[in-house]
Structure formats: structure tokens, C-alpha cells
């Protein structure tokens, strides 16, 4: 049995926390106006998955990492988030921080 998709949920959450409707988003990346809503609501609803272009706009669109999309649970997700907010050196440093915590097998 396979994994439930976590874009639908992720895509939702991030819309609804932007305080964008289906369609605002839709037109936002680029869709026709009378298509928008529907579209969205096929990505939201899981029937279709968007292709990486199309997430890749909505990321930019709704202020979210691409990866933010994949995480299958919340914590991974805001993680995601979080990280994704930091500039290139704060990454650098928390990856040396995370490295030095690291205890390894002997």
C-alpha cells in the first residue's frame, strides 16, 4: 500500500494560511481566470497533482519552500519552512551546529 500524497494537504494549508482563494492563487501562477478555481481545487481534492513547475510557482506564490510540499507530516513541514527562511550562511551554520550534535556509532 502506497503513501497518501502529502502535496494536497500542504497545498491547502499553505493557501489558507496566505489568505488566498483557489482561484486568486490559480490566476496568481498563471491560469485562466475561468479555469482557476477548478484546477486548484482538483490539486487541493487530490484528483490531479500539479508538475513541479506548477508547484514551483505556487512555493514562490504562497511564501513556501518546493520541499514543503513533500513533508508528510507537520513537523518535517515546518521545518521546512523554517530552514527555507534562513539565508545561506544561517544554513551553513545550522548544518555545522547539527553536525557537532551528531553522535556517531563507535
Known amino acids: 500500500m502506497g503513501r497518501e ?6 497545498l491547502k494549508e499553505a493557501r489558507q494560511k496566505a489568505g488566498i482563494t483557489q482561484k486568486d492563487l490559480g490566476i496568481k501562477i498563471g491560469m485562466e481566470p ?5 484546477r486548484m ?3 487541493e481534492k487530490g484528483r490531479h497533482t500539479p ?10 506564490e504562497l511564501g513556501v519552500p518546493l520541499n514543503y510540499f513533500f513533508c508528510e507530516d507537520e513537523v518535517s513541514a515546518e521545518l521546512a519552512c ?3 527562511a534562513l539565508t545561506k550562511e ?4 545550522l548544518i555545522k ?10
Open 5 to 10: 500524497n502529502p502535496i494536497p494537504i500542504r
Open 97 to 106: 551546529q547539527l553536525k557537532s550534535q551528531k553522535k556517531l556509532p563507535e
Open 34 to 38: 475561468s479555469s482557476a478555481s477548478g
Open 51 to 60: 508538475d513541479i513547475g506548477t508547484l514551483q510557482r505556487m512555493a514562490d
Open 41 to 43: 481545487n482538483h490539486y
Open 90 to 93: 544561517q544554513k551553513d551554520e
Open 82 to 84: 523554517l530552514i527555507g
